[in-house]
């Protein structure tokens, strides 16, 4: 036991190790958007004398909106939920024999009341895939920008008519965004004591951010080019300024925030109607570096409280419900919720679904609530191994950064 | 001749004290113990935890059949084929089937099993242990004390099961001045019709760990006749005090009938033989009142029960 539990903690280090490669040209990925054209911002051509220069006067708007869109897409980019199952013997005093129990193999990414047991260990590795398509609604390909010139004659406005019509003019950058993020997950529990588990989650993530843009100047009735002083555009691209297509960011692979976790289960068996009850404390590390997108680059403590009941042998509803304190950015912090159930359809076959809630009081605007539907299966075809496999299908694809569905899949021994 | 004989007599006690001394661990030398669990639960870890904490100077080596006699069959195959510890602890009553089976040459003791005699066979002798049945007279006596007017106490049994358990009882009961009335059953489907036909003969019914009694049906149907005769059930668990038996009477702690066990392999290490060991009862034991229950049957649970009762239910 001993060699395989030493054979099976060093894993992580392993997958640590092997997983700490930097691809060429993905330093500060965190920042690649904001610095699609060179960090400064849009730049533009500057105008032949007598003319006044013109070349920073989309700067603010565009390194504004380029920072916006970069902070919503970063900060919404985040590692899943993750448990481990509930199997092996209980034991029937009555009979004075153990029983295997085939209840329910658990949940998949919420959190049942009951324990994993005194002295058993649960290991589980899974692969996460998530592919973000749409941002506050919006298609990640077919994203646009629209930035604003600065005020040229001190007035507060921007003329529509008039000798300064041309602060009407608009720069739209058409952006198309490949954001994914492949994760996988060493999940590491132990019971303490038969309600008390503790256990640890060690991510290894490779995140690709890629992002192309192309800029052009309209007017206000939307002519490309922009105003014009004869045949000379006020506004323009040239050898000089920012070019009009930009692109930037790249890949990173490495360790990801590791989360500590425990749970005890204070209340089981209390009577017929009260069901079980477990809280949950988990401790996210900053362990994953935060410029190459791989953590988030704070410490969160959550406490959740769990409730859950099984019914006939077969069939756990539970309730999750518990707050998640940010302690770099209070305007980060969650409420978290989940309401599902697990159903043991066969002895070896366990079906989960539920729907799980994060809700950012304090938040920006950008997905201060989203609401996930989770659908998998457990499948336990030999002793102590679980195959897990589990789809998340965001319902409100409008709010924050989203995939269309996150799939992941796992395997997991119980020692 | 007589010179002769003489001789061959120390000769052979000689050698069977050499044996003797060879077989069991000099002092200060670890005895070699393996402790076969039959599955990987929570009681069981805490009978061996109790185990070690007075057999303490052995070196347990643990194995754990997870629930397969197969495999419990080929641990005790490799294990006769290497070097033989000094004493086997078999925890739970899947590892005592397949030491029973097995192993006729090491002291074994076992841990955690209830109703041990129905599957060790009167031939072998290598083996004794703390089995988790609880004291026949403390379920008779506390039957006795929940109200005076018991003097019969009825119980429905399958003969194959626990036969040896209601002929100790009978005993017993007699003892306390009280009557067993016994129904001998096949099947679970039986159990109605036996319970029927102890209607107003018993004062009390008693709940036996009998898998043939135990049929959910059999138990719901125990239950019912508890409160339609307004007669006390004692059952085996908080769980069925829970269901709506009046008691429920179960070991206390897994640790502690591992200590028992582990203070029966210290007797055997130190050159007592198994045989001589009888099996014992658990020590110690939780008692279970449920009030509800006694308010429909209309009594009222002395004092002196709840004083000693572990987990009362309101």
Do not use: C
Not at chain 1, 174 to 194: M, N, P, Q, R
Not at chain 1, 247 to 275: Q, V, W
Not at chain 2, 222 to 238: K, T
């Amino acid at each position: 036991m001993k060699v395989r539990l030493r054979a099976v903690l060093s894993l992580p280090l392993i997958l640590l190790l092997a997983g700490s490669v930097r691809l060429a040209d993905a330093a500060d990925l965190k920042n690649a958007i904001r610095n699609l054209y060179g960090g400064q911002g849009i730049l533009l051509e500057p105008l032949p004398l007598p003319f006044p220069s013109q070349e920073s006067r989309f700067q603010a708007s565009s390194l504004q909106g380029l920072d916006q869109l970069n902070s919503q897409l970063t900060s919404a980019i985040g590692v899943p939920s993750f448990n481990s199952s509930v199997t092996g013997f209980t034991f029937d005093i009555e009979r004075g024999v153990p029983v295997r129990t085939t209840e329910s193999l658990g949940t998949l990414l919420t959190e049942r009341a009951t324990t994993l047991g005194a002295r058993k260990f649960d290991l589980t590795f899974t692969y996460t895939r998530v592919n973000f398509t749409k941002l506050q609604g919006k298609d990640l390909k077919d994203l646009e920008l629209i930035f604003l010139r600065g005020d040229a004659n001190g007035n507060g406005i921007l003329d529509t008519s008039g000798p300064f019509s041309f602060e009407s003019d608009v720069i739209r950058a058409k952006l198309s965004v490949d954001l994914t993020e492949d994760i996988f997950a060493l999940i590491a529990t132990y019971g303490l004591t038969s309600e008390w588990d503790v256990g640890f989650v060690v991510p290894v993530t490779h995140i690709r951010l890629i992002a192309k843009a192309h800029a052009a100047i309209f007017d206000q009735f939307g002519n490309p080019g922009g105003t014009k002083f004869g045949d000379i555009p006020i506004h323009r691209f040239g050898p000089n300024s920012s070019q009009p297509d930009a692109s930037g960011g790249g890949d990173e692979t490495g360790l990801g925030d590791i989360i500590l976790r425990t749970k005890y289960n204070f209340l089981r068996h209390y009577d017929d109607l009260i069901p079980d009850m477990a809280f949950l404390v988990e401790l996210k590390l900053p362990t994953g570096n935060e410029e190459r997108l791989l953590g988030t680059g704070g410490t969160n403590v959550t406490g959740l409280l769990v409730a859950s009941r099984t019914y006939a042998q077969w069939f756990t509803p539970h309730v999750n419900l518990g707050y998640e304190i940010d302690t770099k950015d209070t305007r980060q912090n969650t409420v978290r919720y989940a309401l599902g159930f697990d159903a043991r359809l066969l002895p070896e076959l366990t079906l989960a679904a539920g729907l799980i809630g994060r809700a950012k009081p304090d938040g920006s605007g950008t997905g201060d609530h989203i609401v996930d539907l989770s659908l998998g299966v457990k499948w336990n075809p030999v002793k102590s191994l679980i195959l897990r496999t589990n789809v998340q299908i965001p319902l409100d694809k409008n709010s924050g950064l989203r995939a269309d569905f996150i799939p992941t899949v796992g395997i997991e021994y119980i020692f | 001749m007589p010179i002769l004989t003489t001789r061959i007599v120390r000769l052979l006690s000689t050698v069977w004290l050499l044996g003797a001394v060879a077989s069991f661990p000099l002092p200060g030398e670890a005895a070699n113990v393996v402790a076969l669990k039959g599955a990987d639960v929570d009681v069981y870890e805490e009978a061996l935890d109790g185990f070690k904490s007075v057999e303490n100077r052995a070196q347990v080596s643990e194995y754990d059949m997870e629930g397969d006699l197969q495999r419990g069959k080929r641990f005790l195959a490799r294990l006769k084929s290497g070097p033989k510890p000094d004493l086997i602890l078999a925890i739970g009553i899947w590892a005592l089937q397949v030491v029973v089976e097995e192993i006729r040459d090491i002291p074994v003791v076992f841990a955690m099993v209830l109703n041990p005699s129905t599957v060790i066979g009167h031939e072998a002798r290598n083996i004794t242990g703390a089995s988790m049945n609880v004291p026949i007279e403390q379920q008779i006596a506390l039957l006795k004390k929940a109200s005076p007017q018991v003097r019969r106490i009825g119980a429905v049994y399958d003969p194959s099961k626990t036969g040896f358990l209601v002929k100790q009882a009978e005993r017993i009961a007699r003892d306390q001045g009280v009557r067993l009335v016994s129904k001998a059953i096949a099947s679970p489907k039986d159990s109605v019709a036996a319970l029927d036909a102890m209607q107003g003969e018993i004062d009390a019914l008693w709940i036996l760990p009998d898998v043939t009694v135990l049929a959910p049906e059999s138990v719901q149907y125990m239950l019912l006749f508890s409160f339609r005769n307004r007669i006390p059930l004692l059952g085996l668990s908080e769980n069925q005090a829970r269901m709506g038996a009046l008691f429920g009477l179960s070991f206390g702690s897994g640790r502690d009938i591992g200590i028992q066990a582990g203070e029966m392999a210290n007797e055997i290490l130190s050159g007592r033989r198994a045989e001589e060991i009888p099996f014992t009862t658990a020590r110690r034991l939780k008692l279970t009142v449920n009030l509800r229950t006694a308010g429909k049957l209309g009594l009222q649970v002395p004092k002196e029960i709840l004083d000693r009762a572990d987990v009362v239910i309101r």
